[in-house]
């Protein structure tokens, strides 16, 4: 189904670090809804990057997989076995949003993707971008980076509805073998948390936190409640910590006991709920932020609400043998077509892709597109309406980043 060009290499790992050749073949998947349009732009975008960057020395080898709804109508299969083994092998893929319904129908490819490549942390910076609208009175002091645990937890999927056979076995089990009364009308959900998986999604953020100069790790968690769940992550976080990079970091309770933490990573935790209300009245306590897989969905959004828009965020699925890039937000399908959707978001997910390939000279350039574009209001039209300026299309927003490189050094 697939055609892959003669000249292009695969991206490989090695002990979790890119190893990017100088034209390194990378899928892509249109997406739904609005996708097609904003991941052609981020195409367009990252290319003229590239290119500006490196010139003739380095070239992106994009091809198109199928997934969603293009697949559907295509092969008549959301996740074609094609697709899967593409994936596999090339294991780096820019996917637009893809549609997945609520309370019925088909899982989510999304989750599809991030299992079968085992793509356990979902990296998302937020920070302020000048000249967009904030509900809040210092939106500069916003510059978090989430890092969210992608595998695990609730989002696993395993639940069975409540007139199921499977609920009513784990209800009889609950009831006669553990005593614990579970009505008979009760959907089954299953919150599962393990050891590894904290642990190497901790030994990320930490890593991250210390080779780019963070100050501080704040866990997420729910462990006056959930103790064994969500408060054990708390604990095995925080024993990976002392035990791999106890040179490198303090934790809040030492540094209130008198140690010194200059030169130092903090590592603290916080409640959730606690959370969510101290990132809106102080967010510049807030740097590298590690959560479980719900906490870690629901802070995401809430924090890109801060800068003013969670449109222009982009995302990160990154396991130590791959990584899929995408912007945070869904499918927008009232849009579509319609040269009118905002491609940030998508733009900053290709912004991230770059700097995992090492290419950080053309994700600067990117940045510094963005925000330029931004303070001179050359916006679509989600944020033009509240900057009071004539909005511009995908395509013109796009033709307006691309023009913006040209000037850029």
């Known amino acids: 189904m697939y055609k892959f060009p003669e000249d292009g290499e695969k991206i490989t790992f090695e002990n979790g670090q890119w190893i990017t050749p100088n034209k390194p073949v990378i899928l892509y998947i249109e997406g739904d809804g609005i996708g097609p349009e904003i991941t052609n732009s981020a195409i367009r975008v990252i290319n003229k990057a590239v290119e500006?960057?490196?010139?003739?020395?380095?070239?992106?080898?994009?091809?198109?997989?199928?997934?969603?709804?293009?697949?559907?109508?295509?092969?008549?299969?959301?996740?074609?076995?094609?697709?899967?083994?593409?994936?596999?092998?090339?294991?780096?893929?820019?996917?637009?949003p893809l549609q997945t319904p609520i309370g019925k129908g088909w899982k989510s490819v999304n989750v599809e993707i991030r299992l079968?490549?085992?793509?356990?942390?979902?990296?998302?910076?937020?920070?302020?971008?000048?000249?967009?609208?904030?509900?809040?009175?210092?939106?500069?002091?916003?510059?978090?980076?989430?890092?969210?645990?992608?595998?695990?937890?609730?989002?696993?999927?395993?639940?069975?509805?409540?007139?199921?056979?499977?609920?009513?076995?784990?209800?009889?089990?609950?009831?006669?073998?553990?005593?614990?009364?579970?009505?008979?009308?009760?959907?089954?959900?299953?919150?599962?948390?393990?050891?590894?998986?904290?642990?190497?999604?901790?030994?990320?953020?930490?890593?991250?936190?210390?080779?780019?100069?963070?100050?501080?790790?704040?866990?997420?968690?729910?462990?006056?409640?959930?103790?064994?769940?969500?408060?054990s992550f708390m604990w095995w976080a925080y024993d990976l910590a002392k035990r791999e990079f106890r040179d490198k970091i303090v934790t809040e309770e030492e540094v209130n006991q008198g140690a010194n933490p200059t030169g130092k990573v903090i590592v603290n935790d916080r409640i959730a709920d606690n959370m969510f209300q101290q990132i809106i009245t102080r967010p510049d306590e807030y740097d590298v932020i590690l959560a479980p897989n719900l906490n870690g969905?629901?802070?995401s959004d809430a924090a890109g609400a801060l800068i003013g828009n969670i449109g222009l965020l982009g995302g990160a699925n990154i396991g130590d043998s791959g990584g899929m890039f995408e912007a945070i937000h869904g499918t927008a399908p009232k849009y579509a077509g319609k040269n009118v959707a905002n491609p940030t978001g998508m733009i900053k997910g290709g912004e991230l892709m770059l700097r995992f390939m090492g290419w950080n000279e053309a994700a600067d350039l990117i940045e510094k597109a963005i925000n330029t574009a931004i303070e001179t209001k050359k916006v679509t039209q989600d944020i033009a309406r509240y900057m009071g300026v004539t909005p511009l299309g995908t395509k013109e927003f796009t033709d307006e980043l691309i023009a913006i490189m040209d000037t850029l050094r």
């Open 52 to 96: 500006k960057s490196y010139g003739s020395s380095r070239e992106i080898k994009w091809v198109e997989v199928y997934a969603g709804d293009k697949a559907q109508q295509l092969t008549g299969d959301r996740f074609p076995k094609e697709t899967r083994e593409a994936l596999l092998n090339y294991r780096v893929v820019l996917k637009g």
């Open 116 to 231: 079968m490549l085992d793509l356990y942390a979902n990296i998302r910076p937020v920070k302020y971008i000048r000249g967009i609208e904030s509900p809040l009175k210092n939106p500069e002091k916003v510059d978090m980076i989430i890092f969210r645990e992608n595998t695990d937890d609730l989002y696993r999927g395993i639940e069975y509805p409540y007139d199921s056979q499977e609920a009513k076995k784990i209800r009889e089990f609950l009831k006669k073998e553990l005593n614990v009364e579970v009505e008979d009308d009760t959907g089954i959900g299953i919150k599962v948390i393990s050891k590894f998986k904290t642990e190497r999604i901790t030994r990320m953020a930490i890593k991250y936190a210390i080779d780019h100069g963070r100050r501080k790790v704040t866990i997420m968690h729910k462990g006056n409640v959930l103790k064994y769940t969500e408060g």
């Open 297 to 299: 969905d629901y802070i």
